[in-house]
């Protein structure tokens, strides 16, 4: 599939939110699409799966059929979660078994009779990871399927990927907090303010220094723990959320070595 000098906006005198992509996937090809909130990956996401078309240039050779994940899940749909799939895989011409293998497969059998707007968010994006599903794609589009996923389904997604791209299928995902740990030979596209980079490593977040200054009396610290690889990325969030950073520690009786050049700086 080739993105051939593609464009999008969303409305004739918005911004750009990409500009001239150029980009070729192969068949059996990872992609994960790096980039900050609001870069433009659900953007690309949507021109390479045909849910959106580009205003300038063109997306060729789309294989036949897509799979489609969207970061969230649209649950307000009048369907049991059986039967929301059951449709689907009737649409779809899908293998009979397909829709009960799947609704199986994600650990959803306990959901299957509960209507969709009555599942919890990381139940309903299972269902919208089945329906990619029902038939196997020759291009899978996950944007960020990670979120709300719990641990099990989310061990369950570089599976899915590794099936899809062993059958000759290409896969693109998104992944903004840098998740994708598990996926083998993998191409890292970037998007950066609706311009795509090809190729490149993940974008270093760099947190600034904490701020020195003691709590004061009208202020309380709230002490969080969260992954290791997400902590200058959280330091940042916090930051432009209007908080201040007092310091970043390890875990009482974790040896202080472990620590990045960054968060040794930090402490
Ligand atoms: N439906 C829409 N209507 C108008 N503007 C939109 C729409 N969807 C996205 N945009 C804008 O397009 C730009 C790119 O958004 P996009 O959702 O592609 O970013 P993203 O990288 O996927 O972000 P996130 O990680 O937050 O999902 C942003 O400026 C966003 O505000």
């Known amino acids: 599939m080739l993105f051939d000098g593609v464009w999008f906006r969303y409305a004739r005198r918005a911004p750009w939110a990409l500009r001239e992509a150029a980009a070729t996937v192969e068949p059996g090809q990872t992609v994960v699409v790096l980039g900050a909130n609001g ?48 449709a689907m895989a009737g649409l779809r011409h899908a293998p009979a078994t397909a829709a009960a293998h799947w609704v199986d497969r994600l650990g959803l059998t306990p959901h299957a009779d ?62 903004h907090r840098g998740e994708i740990t598990g996926l083998p030979d993998t191409t890292h596209w970037t998007v950066a303010a609706g311009a795509l980079q090809l190729g490149s490593a993940p974008p270093p977040v760099a947190a600034p220094p904490p701020d020195r200054r003691p709590a004061g009396p009208d202020e309380v610290v709230v002490e969080i723990a969260v992954p290791r690889t997400e902590a200058d990325a959280t330091v940042v969030q916090l930051i432009a959320s209007g908080h201040r950073i007092l310091r970043v520690r390890e875990p009482d009786g974790v040896r202080p070595e472990r620590l990045t050049a960054h968060q040794e700086e930090a402490r």
């Open 39 to 86: 870069a433009g990956k659900s953007t690309l996401l949507q021109l390479a799966a045909g849910v959106l078309r580009p205003v300038r240039g063109t997306v060729r050779a789309r294989p036949a059929v897509v799979g489609w994940v969207p970061e969230r899940f649209p649950a307000d749909q009048p369907f049991t979660a059986i039967g929301y799939l059951r």
């Open 114 to 175: 509960t209507p969709l707007n009555a599942l919890s968010k990381g139940t309903a994006q299972k269902v919208g990871l089945a329906q990619a599903l029902l038939v196997r794609p020759g291009l899978l589009v996950l944007d960020e399927p990670w979120e709300g996923l719990d641990a099990q389904a989310r061990t369950l997604v570089p599976e899915i990927v590794a099936e899809v791209t062993a059958s000759g299928g290409a896969v693109l995902v998104s992944d």
